[in-house]
């Protein structure tokens, strides 16, 4: 009875923030939620299965706090400076993330204090586009001069993307672009993430110095998810290819190269293969900054080591929800306009669950080196965010399952390798030589065959008929065959057992 009201409770809540992702409840539906659960409450008296009125009592609070909480998120910010809209202003404010650098321009999240001379409320943001130099590091106080408009959605590959909500979900409303800043005062931050960023901003400009673009680009994405310094064209190769999860910060890419950390200690004891993948896992995401979007993809990928590797697989399943249910308590609007959120989840999902089933489909390939695990947890992963990606870009990549295979196993030895370059890269070029050209050997076999297959004709094609309907059945189908075909292998293995 306790695993039931816990799912209802985890559920109940998930699924309020989901309908109120769609429509705008307000306050009024919680009290609704409140007085239909009093009323349930009372009727026990009058019903013999008091169980299933608890449960629907329980979800229904519980739904009703996901409503609630949404609404909280939604109540409109920025009112403050909303009087400023369409004008040109000058805001002085700090810099409160890590700017993005492109090779275009720079973007930047300013936390204004004041706008022409006006005190503001600290918690308005605004994202500030502007030319890539003077460089702007986080921390900083900046003087922003530019016109304050609001952010429109727009075209991507024939899709329309809701860049408003996408942008609303970290309470950013305002955007200014093509604007002139300077630089008044640096280190105003926390001192901790200013650390880190120097760190890792110190060890991509040691990467940069020992290897040749766009080898160390494609480096500085695999260890550290900086890949808006790739070129344009590289971009595009890997986004044909269907491999941009290997230079982009998120789950579906961490989940898969946890694994193979952890696999990488398996001759280890379980405890100490644990604890490494554990570890490295803790490095990645201490050298990213520690930014939201890596805890949470550092969370999911603990997770897929805690199933793998301990085999508390009742525990994972709660594991999975309650980590969800608290990243969603944080930010709710994540759960439908976030995509690294959704493809960490699904990832997630996909290697826990269908990864068992799929690779016991795969007892013709040879388990040396792995090779059916990292088959199995390649293809399980891809399924199941295969609709997702299909919904927010069209693009069906024929190609992508084999260069990822062709990929995948050199990721971990290419992560070592690169991480100790750039730590040799400290002392020189020089003696960085030897390592830095094995490394090179890596990337460049790597980047070769993503533009191998993505300069195919046949690579891929856009299929622009997955809707909202059409992806709520997929993946109603897919995860109603994920659970029936996972009990059935559950019981077949507790049977050997």
């Known amino acids: 009875m306790r695993g039931r009201i816990f799912y209802s409770i985890c559920f109940g809540f998930i699924i309020g923030i989901f309908f109120s992702s769609f429509f705008k409840f307000g306050f009024s539906i919680f009290s609704l939620t409140i007085v239909l659960s009093i009323s349930l409450l009372l009727s026990q008296i009058f019903i013999k299965n008091k169980a299933v009125i608890t449960l629907i009592v329980v979800f229904m609070i519980s739904f009703g706090l996901g409503t609630l909480r949404y609404s909280v998120a939604d109540i409109s910010k920025g009112e403050e400076i909303f009087h400023f809209l369409e004008q040109k202003i000058t805001a002085v404010g700090e810099v409160i993330d890590e700017p993005r650098l492109t090779q275009q321009n720079q973007q930047i999240i300013l936390q204004p204090d004041k706008i022409n001379g006006q005190n503001v409320a600290e918690n308005d943001k605004i994202l500030i586009s502007t030319a890539s130099y003077p460089v702007v590091n986080y921390g900083d106080k900046i003087s922003v001069t530019g016109v304050l408009k609001k952010p429109g959605n727009f075209k991507n590959n024939n899709r329309t993307f809701d860049y408003v909500n996408y942008l609303s979900k970290d309470d950013i409303f305002y955007q200014i672009s093509f604007a002139n800043v300077k630089v008044i005062s640096s280190d105003n931050g926390s001192y901790l993430i200013s650390f880190l960023l120097k760190i890792k901003n ?296």
């Open 202 to 497: 110190s060890f991509l400009n040691s990467i940069s110095s020992v290897l040749p673009d766009p080898e160390s680009s494609y480096l500085g994405g695999v260890l550290l998810g900086a890949k808006s310094s790739l070129p344009k064209d590289w971009q595009e190769y890997f986004r044909l290819a269907g491999v941009s999860h290997l230079v982009a910060l998120s789950g579906y890419n961490i989940s898969i190269v946890a694994e193979y950390i952890v696999l990488m200690f398996s001759f280890l004891s379980q405890r100490l293969a644990l604890s490494f993948g554990g570890l490295g896992i803790i490095m990645f995401v201490l050298m990213t900054g520690a930014s939201s979007t890596a805890i949470r993809a550092g969370i999911m990928a603990c997770l897929v080591i805690w199933a793998k590797f301990i085999g508390r697989q009742y525990n994972i399943h709660r594991a999975i929800i309650v980590a969800a249910v608290l990243l969603l308590l944080f930010s709710p609007k994540a759960l439908v306009y976030d995509f690294s959120f959704q493809l960490s989840f699904l990832a997630t999902l996909g290697i826990v669950y269908l990864s068992p089933i799929v690779k016991d489909k795969l007892k013709f390939i040879t388990e040396r080196f792995s090779c059916r695990e990292i088959l199995a947890t390649t293809i399980s992963a891809q399924l199941t965010v295969l609709p997702l990606i299909l919904y927010q870009t069209g693009w069906f990549s024929f190609v992508s399952l084999f260069a990822n295979f062709m990929i995948l196993p050199f990721v971990p030895l290419t992560m070592l390798l690169g991480f100790l370059t750039g730590l040799v890269g400290f002392a020189g070029p020089i003696i960085a030589g030897p390592l830095a050209w094995v490394t090179y050997i890596l990337l460049h076999f790597q980047l070769s065959v993503t533009k191998f297959w993505a300069t195919k004709s046949w690579a891929g094609t856009q299929i622009d008929l997955i809707g909202p309907i059409t992806l709520f059945i997929l993946y109603l189908i897919l995860f109603i065959w994920i659970f029936r075909n996972y009990r059935k292998h559950h019981l077949q293995s507790n049977d050997k057992i």
